[in-house]
Antibody, heavy 121, light 107 residues
């Protein structure tokens, strides 16, 4: 069974940094691309960033480009999101998600339960 | 960016009814369109990928169709456990964008 467990969320002041982690299990991690998707409280889904199986392709939403960095460690079956210069509008539940293929250009077929990031002074 | 619109934004139907949701892309996306179900307080779940393919272990009362700019998602016989918000998502081009969602309730 695929399991994606996010951690690292919390309350942070605007302008500060936070690093999210996602521990993956139940599948061959380095066979699949991974994404982060977020959902602001009471709002819809917003794709944030994606990374291919070998980190060869990394893509970002314009809203986070230059501030967020996605990475993965295939030896540790882990996905990360380094979030710098956080803004109040980054407040959301952040989901770690598994793509259906090695490429970022595929469906997301599994989701974690999310970790909440709250940016507030 | 490719904009995704959905209609209706919400609907209420009876158990056993057929429910149809439409999703329109602002430009052609071939069949690079997925449908997700999000129940209250839960993570989303993939139901349909590539516009018309049913994900493994998803009940056959769910169906998707369309290509290009116009897509349809159907629940053939609405069940109480189908109360959720449904989202379409395109992955033809970056950024991958979701529709605003359609909230489905039971009358």
């Amino acid at each position: 069974e695929v399991q994606l467990v996010e951690s690292g969320g919390g309350l942070v002041q605007p302008g500060r940094s936070l690093r999210l982690s996602c521990a993956a299990s139940g599948f061959t991690f380095d066979d699949y691309a991974m994404h982060w998707v977020r959902q602001a409280p009471g709002k819809g889904l917003e794709w944030v960033s994606g990374i291919s199986w070998n980190s060869g392709t990394i893509v970002y939403a314009d809203s986070v480009k230059g501030r967020f960095t996605i990475s993965r460690d295939n030896a540790k079956n882990s996905l990360y999101l380094q979030m710098n210069s956080l803004r109040t509008e980054d407040t959301a539940l952040y989901y770690c998600t598994k793509a259906a293929s090695t490429s970022c250009f595929s469906a997301v077929d599994n989701w974690g339960q999310g970790t909440l990031v709250t940016v507030s002074s | 960016d490719i904009q995704m619109t959905q209609s209706p934004s919400s609907l209420s139907a009876s158990v056993g009814d057929r429910v149809t949701i439409t999703c329109q892309a602002s430009q052609g996306i071939s069949n690079y369109l997925n449908w997700y179900q999000q129940k209250p307080g839960k993570a989303p779940k993939l139901l349909i990928y590539d516009a018309s393919n049913l994900e493994t272990r998803v009940p056959s009362r769910f169906s998707g169709s369309g290509s290009g700019t116009d897509f349809t998602f159907t629940i053939f016989s609405l069940q109480p456990e189908d109360v959720a918000t449904y989202y379409c998502q395109q992955y033809d081009d970056l950024p991958f964008t979701f529709g605003p969602g359609t909230k489905v309730d039971i009358e």
